[in-house]
């Protein structure tokens, strides 16, 4: 742990590149885990555009316990020291690769989401925009949100398989990885793109890269440091840093 205490009090651009295992603690099951989400529904159908086009009771039926309760969800260890690590400058931009906003409810301030984010809704019709909060009381009557204005499906604004990322977002994440001089990694597999490949960016350019998860990754042996225990790591960085949780 000495080493990575060093490394986050020398660096001079820290980047964070966050998976679904950093909101495991906050009772949000992770995908490709023991015990994930992949185990209890058909990733393929509940993230597919075509899909959700032709049958979105699947995806809103499936996803209230995973996107629609996100009130009753608080920031975990790793949001919290997150987020007063960017406070006191230490860390710069956290990159996530989660939809479940937290790191924002947590208060960090400089956050890339790459696949998106539910905190706003867009009706695949006339593009008329709804907040997240609108449509889990509507959830709450309705299977299947529709459009006020013209009756239209309604998506959330993550993006599903099929449908293209946002360019702009992810040059912003290639631009931040490649200006690291420190990049970490937590609670990612690192095995969907383009994320899994934006430690390359920090390395290609002289930067040092650490990974904090419980699974291997294909990027292990490019890191400086590895961790699996997550939450222990959490925990001794709060209190080498005087973070009160």
């Given at each position: ?65 995973l996107i629609?309760d ?31 906003m ?25 593009g ?9 009381a ?22 599903f ?35 899994a ?22 990027l292990?042996g ?24």
């Open positions: 742990m000495k080493e990575l205490f060093s490394l986050l009090e020398n660096s001079s651009y820290c980047v964070v590149l966050t998976g679904a295992g950093v909101s495991t603690f906050s009772g949000i099951s992770d995908f490709r885990g023991s015990s994930g989400l992949y185990n209890e529904f058909d990733a393929d159908f509940i993230f597919s555009i075509d899909h959700f086009k032709k049958e979105p009771s699947y995806f809103y039926g499936h996803s209230k316990n629609y996100l009130e009753h969800r608080q920031p975990s260890i790793v949001h919290k020291v997150l987020s007063e690590l960017e406070e006191q400058g230490i860390i710069k931009t956290i990159i996530t690769q989660n939809i479940d937290l790191h924002q409810k947590a208060g960090s301030k400089n956050v890339i989401e790459v696949h998106g984010s539910p905190q706003e809704h867009s009706c695949l019709a006339c008329k925009k709804y907040p997240y909060e609108y449509i889990v509507l959830l709450r009557t309705e299977e299947v949100p529709t459009c006020n204005e013209c009756g239209g499906l309604i998506k959330p604004d993550i993006i398989y099929g449908e293209m990322l946002k360019q702009d977002v992810i040059e912003k994440a290639i631009e931040e990885s490649s200006k690291a001089d420190l990049l970490l990694v937590l609670g990612s597999t690192l095995v969907v793109q383009p994320a490949s934006l430690p390359l960016y920090t390395i290609k350019n002289g930067g040092h890269l650490v990974i904090v998860n419980n699974m291997e990754t294909p292990d490019y890191a400086i440091g590895l961790y699996k225990d997550l939450g222990g790591v959490f925990v001794s960085i709060a209190e080498h840093f005087y973070i009160d949780l």
